[in-house]
């Protein structure tokens, strides 16, 4: 086990803590971090790249599951692979593609780990594609008694579904079996337009794009598009705002400027009436807003803790500068996310509890029945999860 005592910190600076991050480097040192937190009565909290804007973190320990990385075990016939927890999504694409193998969606960014992008429900764009923690057929975790537990998804259906978007309350991940695609390129367009196309258009390329997703500016009332589709065609660049590439090149952009992120997950059918309250709201009060809207679909799923459970969802996220005060924004836009029954994305800022999970989430008592079975005295949550999980 290494540590490293300087402090730690979220990537937007959100977050900060004080606490040692501990790096075990086998599965004894990670049983023996839980058992002695569990004795002592301290929390323990998991991370990943920290790219999550809630208050996961804790200053008694705070472990990092770095160690734990790369492809393990390949199985092309199912098209299945076993990745470690700490696993960088920009390292395991060209890992994946060595082996003929790419995920078949993946978010704006690859800077997450794979457990903590799983962990609160990351997901891309696509109205016939579910969130990464859904590709989980099996997941090894220490739990809170310092079992070593695998959770299959034909035996242990229930638990792995409420361990995969658990937000690191059910056990410390050490490795995940994924169903993954046969390697794939992806066809990027990108193009700006006016509000009104943008309202005339949206439906159709929902339909006709296995990936579209657009960005609504209040500073400037235009619309940045995206679509993105599989093409047997090699790499290529076609154009200034066109290209070719191999999916896990094509996925992500770059983030540079730190920011604040606010996301919630409404009914498909009820997507757009939520973006044009936003839009209203934001014309009125927010007008200078340099910072865009980003409006993408999911569809949907039956992971119990997932924002996409039971219904076809949109989601829309609205950012803050990192320097600036996001509360102003993100209160206005989660007054209207909450008239919409909107559930939040669980890595990014909200202010919702318990009882307003258990209204949001049919399969809220299915999640917490797994959570204390995994976790019975809570060595695993720190005071935000309990007021979120527990209440
Ligand atoms: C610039 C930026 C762009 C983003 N783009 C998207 C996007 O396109 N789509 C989207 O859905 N989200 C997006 N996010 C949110 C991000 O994907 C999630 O917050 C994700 O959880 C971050 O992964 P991470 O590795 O940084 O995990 P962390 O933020 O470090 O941790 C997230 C959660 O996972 C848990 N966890 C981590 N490792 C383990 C483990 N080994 N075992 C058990 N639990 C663990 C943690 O305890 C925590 O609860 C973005 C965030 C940023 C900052």
Redesign the pocket.
Known sequence: MTDSSTGWQ???GSQRHAATVRYPRSVDDVQALVTRAVAAGRQV?????????VP??TDDAI?S?DH?AGVHAVDLSRAEATIG??TKLHDLGPLLWAQGLSLPQQ???D???I??????????TGKSLQ?LSNLVRSMR?VTADGRLRELHHERDADLLAAACV?????????DVTLALAPAFNLHERTWECGYDECAERWVELVNTNRHFEFFWTPATDRCDMKVLNRTDAGPARLGESEYIAPAWEAFPSD?DIR?N?M?YSVPYADGWACFVALRERFLKDFPRLPWPIEFRTLAADDLPLSTAQGRDTI?LSVHQGAERDWRPVFEAAEAIFRTFDGRP????LHSLRAADVAALYPRFDDFRSARTTLDPSGVFLNDYLRRLLVG
Not at 115 to 124: D, L, P, W
């Open positions: 979220n990537w937007s909290r998991a991370v990943g790249t920290g790219h999550s804007f996961f973190w472990v599951l734990f927890a700490g978010g704006d960014i800077r997450q780990s457990a903590g992008a799983i962990g609160t429900g990351t997901h891309g969130s975790l658990a937000q690191g309350t059910c056990g410390i991940m050490l983030r920011f992120e996301e989601t994305h669980w890595g990014k």
